[in-house]
């Protein structure tokens, strides 16, 4: 039986059923890499993790620890001090990094009795003791994210590592840059009184070699005022929520 190829029914049919087979197709692609997509996307977290202690590429200071390295060290200097913070009390877990902190805001969003669930990782180093917060928040055109690492008096800014989703490249892209991040290393998250007050990205700062660290705050990138709002926004709102669990660990 032939069928007639110049009908619109033939070549609707014929689409119909390419985009099931292609569908089908990359639906099983998909699912046979699940698998090692999650533990790819696990590997870059442990690297941004370690990137925020200063644990580095030791050909690269700049450069993350290679890929195929960073469960050994992160073992090395984490290992299990993996925790579940909800409010003023921890849980240890064995992988803090089921928890998607975006998803947990979601969830609070729509439920303002739901105990939202944030993961901490606590490295070590040089006797040195690191508490590394993820942050996310929102820049110019997409999210922003990070990790901030607080010294032992959970006021000191030990590193710090931030990325972005669709940034303007040469403006709020920057945010990824050494010169950037750098200048949070040393800075407080409280005031001289001991007030909170996060750290800003503030224009006109009148601190371009970022030497005074009691200010709570650092030079704006140029062209970026909205992106550098965000990061503003973005740490003082994710540090905020560890402060009542940190408390607990001063007394």
Same mark, same amino acid.
């Given at each position: 039986m032939a069928f007639n190829t110049d009908k619109n029914s033939y070549t609707i049919i014929f689409s119909v059923l390419m985009v099931l087979v292609v569908g089908s197709l990359l639906a099983g692609v998909s699912s046979g890499l699940r698998e090692n997509i999650n533990a790819n996307k696990k590997k870059e977290k442990q690297q941004n993790i370690l990137f925020a202690m200063g644990i580095t590429d030791p050909n690269d200071?700049?450069?993350f620890v290679p890929a195929d390295q $960073? %469960?050994?060290?992160?073992? %090395? &200097?984490? +290992?299990?001090?993996?925790?579940?913070?909800?409010? +003023? =009390?921890?849980?240890? /877990?064995? !992988?803090? #990094?089921?928890i998607d902190i %975006? %998803?947990?805001? !979601? @969830?609070l969003k729509n439920d303002s009795n739901y105990q939202r669930r944030m993961p901490l990782f606590v490295g070590k180093k040089d006797g040195k003791q690191f508490y590394i917060v993820p942050v996310r928040g929102n820049g110019l055109w997409d999210a922003i994210w990070g990790y901030i690492a607080l010294g032992g008096d959970f006021n =000191? *800014?030990? +590193?710090? #590592? #931030? !990325?972005? @989703?669709g940034e303007t490249p040469g403006l709020g892209a920057n945010i990824t840059e050494a010169y950037f991040r750098d200048d949070f290393i040393g800075e407080r998250i409280l005031s001289a009184a001991g007030e909170y007050k996060g750290i800003a990205v503030k224009k006109g700062n009148g601190d371009p070699k970022n030497e005074r660290k009691d200010d709570n705050a650092v030079d704006a990138l140029a062209g970026a005022t909205i992106t550098g709002n965000g *990061? /503003? $926004?973005?740490? @003082?709102?994710?540090l905020k929520l560890y402060l009542? &669990?940190?408390? /607990?660990l001063k007394k």
């Amino acid at each position: 039986m032939a069928f007639n190829t110049d009908k619109n029914s033939y070549t609707i049919i014929f689409s119909v059923l390419m985009v099931l087979v292609v569908g089908s197709l990359l639906a099983g692609v998909s699912s046979g890499l699940r698998e090692n997509i999650n533990a790819n996307k696990k590997k870059e977290k442990q690297q941004n993790i370690l990137f925020a202690m200063g644990i580095t590429d030791p050909n690269d200071p700049s450069a993350f620890v290679p890929a195929d390295q $960073a %469960k050994v060290l992160f073992d %090395k &200097y984490i +290992g299990e001090d993996q925790f579940i913070v909800s409010g +003023g =009390t921890a849980e240890k /877990t064995s !992988d803090a #990094f089921a928890i998607d902190i %975006k %998803k947990e805001g !979601d @969830k609070l969003k729509n439920d303002s009795n739901y105990q939202r669930r944030m993961p901490l990782f606590v490295g070590k180093k040089d006797g040195k003791q690191f508490y590394i917060v993820p942050v996310r928040g929102n820049g110019l055109w997409d999210a922003i994210w990070g990790y901030i690492a607080l010294g032992g008096d959970f006021n =000191t *800014v030990e +590193g710090a #590592f #931030f !990325d972005h @989703k669709g940034e303007t490249p040469g403006l709020g892209a920057n945010i990824t840059e050494a010169y950037f991040r750098d200048d949070f290393i040393g800075e407080r998250i409280l005031s001289a009184a001991g007030e909170y007050k996060g750290i800003a990205v503030k224009k006109g700062n009148g601190d371009p070699k970022n030497e005074r660290k009691d200010d709570n705050a650092v030079d704006a990138l140029a062209g970026a005022t909205i992106t550098g709002n965000g *990061v /503003t $926004a973005m740490i @003082k709102k994710g540090l905020k929520l560890y402060l009542p &669990y940190f408390e /607990t660990l001063k007394k």
